[in-house]
């Protein structure tokens, strides 16, 4: 049971560059997040979705899209990199409510845009 | 919208000292409230939740939480910290209702002196 997997791990781009994160779960959950992580400002959320075909905005939406075209993945695109977008992202899944809600969080993608 | 407040960012314990980790949300509805723990180089692994009932929550490795509804408060605790509870400690609230959103505070780094 792989849980919350993301890919890449680690990438370097160069300003103005793209590249699309992946994020892909295997516990069958409506919800998926993608968050980036900076040092003192804990994580915040970028973009989520509530399930297959559905996407909606986060706290820091700019500058970054999301696909959900299949409920187990969930894709975060950057179109022109910025070096304010060097970060560490994290995805997350969980179900869509009650008792059972947990979010469940992927390794992580490091990324420094140079 | 809901907030969460972590008012202590770095927080340095002798082995063997109790912990109290402040968290405190902003919202006016019912809420789901969450403690996240980060070890060095890893992703979030949930320490306990709160979703209902007694406001005494124990979770994983020794620690618990009280919610306290009337100071919107949900602090951590352990009474014996061991040097392997070094790493970054998540609040985290969800609204009970209509909301997807699953916000952070900004995370407290415990630094266990052995």
């Known amino acids: 049971n792989a849980g919350v997997t993301q890919t890449p791990k680690f990438r370097v781009l160069k300003t103005g560059q793209s590249m699309t994160l992946l994020c892909a779960q295997d516990m069958n959950h409506e919800y998926m997040y993608w968050y980036r992580q900076d040092p003192g400002m804990g994580l915040r959320l970028i973009h989520y979705s509530v399930g297959e075909g559905t996407t909606a905005k986060g706290e820091v939406p700019d500058g970054y899209n999301v696909s959900r075209l299949k409920k187990q993945n969930f894709l975060l695109g950057l179109e022109s990199a910025a070096p304010s977008q060097t970060s560490v992202y994290f995805c997350?899944?969980?179900?869509?409510?009650?008792?059972?809600?947990?979010?469940?969080f992927g390794q992580g993608t490091r990324l420094t845009v140079v | 919208a809901q907030s969460v407040s972590q008012h202590n960012h770095h927080v340095i314990l002798s082995e063997a000292a109790s912990l109290e980790l402040g968290c405190n949300y902003s919202?006016?509805?019912?809420?789901?409230l969450f403690w996240y723990v980060q070890y060095p180089g890893q992703h979030l692994q949930l320490l306990l939740k709160?979703?209902?009932?007694?406001?005494l929550v124990k979770g994983i490795k020794g620690f618990e939480a009280e919610f306290i509804k009337s100071k919107f408060s949900f602090n951590l605790r352990k009474p014996s910290v061991q040097w392997s509870d070094t790493a970054e400690y998540f609040c985290?609230?969800?609204?009970?209702?209509?909301?997807?959103?699953?916000?952070f505070g900004t995370g407290t780094r415990l630094t266990i002196i052995p």
């Open positions: 997350a899944s969980s179900y869509s409510g009650g008792r059972f809600y947990e979010a469940f």
């Open positions: 985290a609230v969800r609204a009970n209702f209509g909301n997807e959103k699953l916000t």
């Open positions: 919202y006016g509805g019912t809420v789901n």
């Open positions: 709160y979703f209902s009932g007694d406001p």
